[in-house]
């Protein structure tokens, strides 16, 4: 069995070659651009893990707006937090899910008007984070003709960065983000009858 001070000198050799392995990856890492963001999966927290990102954001002074497609019903902590904030512009579809409104041109016609304020945002040099808040559902439910947002994401500026969410994000939006984050649902209180919780789920 290694002796104490053996493990201090193979964990200090372990870091070494750690530090210099993640040091190499920094000095080549040269580009500086703005990124695309997809949060998709089954699990939980895409959309919690995109209001980490911008609470960085406004708290590094950067210009955020939010755009949520299909949530809008209940009052969520996020909007509440953010909607009046003056580094943050905040829009919602406000129809609520899709399986309540049970009108696919109602629903049609709300993203349609939401998506319009998102493509503004997305032109608007001003603005350096933008959430797109559950896009993904606007193209698999095809809501929304996919190549205009594609085209639309891929030529805003330079530096904007855009988060979406969302699950079952398509392969084409896949194909054009810089980072790709699918969250896998182990297990949710939800599937064993826990009723949704104030500041957990929304």
Partial sequence: MATSEERKVRHKKAMQ???EHIDNKIEKATIDKGLIVVLTGNGKGKSSSAFGMLARSVGHGLHCAVVQFIKGVWETGEHLMFQDHPLVEFHVMATGFTWDTQDRDKD???AEATWKEAARLLQDESIDVIVLDELTYMLTYGYLDKQSVL???TSRP???H???TGRNASPELIEIA????????????FDSGVKVQKGIDY
């Fill in 17 to 19: 070659r750690k530090k």
């Fill in 108 to 110: 049609i016609a709300a």
């Fill in 151 to 153: 085209d639309t994401l």
């Fill in 158 to 160: 330079e530096m904007q």
């Fill in 162 to 164: 855009v988060i979406i």
């Fill in 178 to 189: 810089d980072t790709v984050a699918e969250l896998e649902s182990v297990k949710h209180a």
